[in-house]
């Protein structure tokens, strides 16, 4: 596997430069290319996520494919005008001057994608790189295995090694990879293996994308539809069974409407994933796999053993990799679920008795890539956004923001670093090339030397620059 990751780098490292010179036609024609190919593949990569993630068609065609659709199209739509070179403001010393932005290739990527939106995760950075006129390398989460087959084998048929590869594989394929001097990585994963990727991209001076998640928290004030929160909470906290980067990873919540909340969080549960006493898992996803189950049972007990109170659910079938919509209330702060990314459908309930309140345990943690706030008092939502730092924020609503690809995506700090969609993505994948054509009357030979004759002029520049 080294020799050949090592040979399609290689042909890449030579490619690139042809790549450099297409024009946005020639994109257009290889995204049209990309989504005919997914088109032919649908029905693979609806049993494939099923297999993976248990996920539903309707589930996986909204979140996953028709999201895929949508980037493409969209790209296609404004890729011309992104790669036009845009015109900028004039300072004193190229005043007479042509001033414009170029926006070229990065040349040879890297996209490594998580398990979680195993096709949604891998293919929204690649419309970009392609747009951008890049040749790119794919390395998919092992933990997808049956997605990572269909990627393999659809990049495989559509595309030559030499514009895009795809490598199956465990960790030992991303560590080869990772090896290369690439000239940037797109990484979608934990904030530990981030810091991974970044340190190996720093041995090569490589630029990186790194999209993480973090703690997301939803305040929920006194002023907002409680029903329509708690409603809207449970869909973004339970769809893919919790397994989302921006769903909301716990809730802080007005003292006196806890309980309010409580009981239209368990009807909208019931009413969406509900099939008797249990749950419809033809529509609710499993865990990926035992490893991950085992972590979310052990911070379901160890928060229960540090004082927190099961409000909600709490079942767990270990044969289904199921676990049930949890509700935690009267959470210990220093518990470890309140430390790390649940990443699962359990969701702590925290109360505030003021706005500083909440705002304050909002800042004590790390930059999250969301924060959603839930509240129809405009001072409340204001104050949240300006007060706090995220990713993202939605107000009166949870994860729509991602699905606007005039909307730049990406985390904070610990959250991430760049961003992502739309014209958002393409800039990532693109250098941005300042390139100034001078004019016959440019005025710098003022300021050559020698400079004693010209001591007068300091005062005047020291106004114009």
């Given at each position: ?344 459908p359990i969701l702590p309930v925290i109360t505030f008795k003021n706005l500083e309140e909440a705002i304050n345990i909002v800042n004590s943690k790390n930059k999250p890539l969301a924060l959603y706030i839930f509240s129809d008092n405009k001072q409340h939502q204001h104050k949240i956004i300006n007060e706090t730092s995220a990713g993202g924020t939605c107000v009166n609503d949870v994860l729509v923001h991602i699905s606007n690809p005039n909307l730049p995506f990406g985390g904070v700090n610990s959250s991430g670093i760049g961003s992502c969609h739309g014209f958002f993505g393409f800039k990532t994948f693109s250098h941005e090339r300042a390139v100034v054509f001078q004019s016959k009357l440019g005025v710098t030979k003022m300021i050559y030397p020698p400079y004693a004759p010209k ?11």
């Open positions: 596997m080294e020799q050949e990751i090592k040979s399609v780098f290689d042909l890449q490292q030579k490619h690139q430069f042809s790549l450099r010179k297409t024009d946005a036609k020639t994109r257009i024609d290889k995204l049209k290319l990309l989504k005919q190919a997914l088109a032919g593949a649908e029905e693979a990569v609806f049993t494939a996520l099923e297999k993976d993630l248990r996920k539903n068609r309707f589930e996986s065609a909204v979140t996953e494919l028709y999201f895929t659709y949508a980037e493409i199209d969209f790209a296609i739509k404004k890729l011309k005008g992104w790669m036009s070179p845009k015109s900028v403001g004039k300072t004193m010393s190229n005043l007479f001057a042509q001033n414009k932005i170029y926006y070229e290739p990065k040349g040879v990527c890297l996209i490594i994608a998580p398990w979680n939106y195993p096709l949604q995760l891998m293919m929204s950075p690649l419309v970009s790189a392609i747009a951008a006129g890049n040749c790119v390398m794919l390395k998919p989460s092992e933990l997808s295995e049956a997605t990572a087959g269909v990627i393999s084998k659809l990049i495989a048929t559509t595309f030559d090694p030499k514009e895009i590869a795809c490598f199956e594989g465990d960790a030992d394929v991303s560590t080869e990879l990772l090896k290369l001097p690439f000239d940037h990585i797109f990484f979608t994963g934990s904030t530990t293996i981030g810091k991974v990727v970044m340190e190996a991209a720093a041995k090569n001076l490589t630029s990186v994308t790194l999209e993480l998640g973090g703690k997301s928290p939803a305040i929920v004030d006194g002023t907002c539809n409680i029903k329509k929160a708690a409603e809207k909470i449970a869909w973004g906290k339970l769809v893919n069974a919790g397994q989302t980067c921006i769903a909301p990873d716990y809730v802080l919540i007005e003292e006196n409407k806890r309980n309010d909340f409580i009981e239209h969080y368990k009807i909208a549960v019931g009413r969406m994933f509900g099939e008797g006493a249990g749950i419809n898992k033809n529509d609710y996803a499993k865990i990926i796999n035992d490893k991950q189950f085992k972590r979310l049972a052990k911070l379901k007990e160890d928060a229960i053993a540090d004082g927190a109170v099961l409000t909600f659910g709490g079942e767990t079938n270990e044969k289904s990799l199921t676990v049930l919509p949890t509700l935690l209330t009267s959470v210990n702060e220093k518990s470890a679920i309140m430390q790390e990314e649940i990443f699962g001591m007068g002029l300091l005062k005047w520049l020291k106004k114009l620059m």
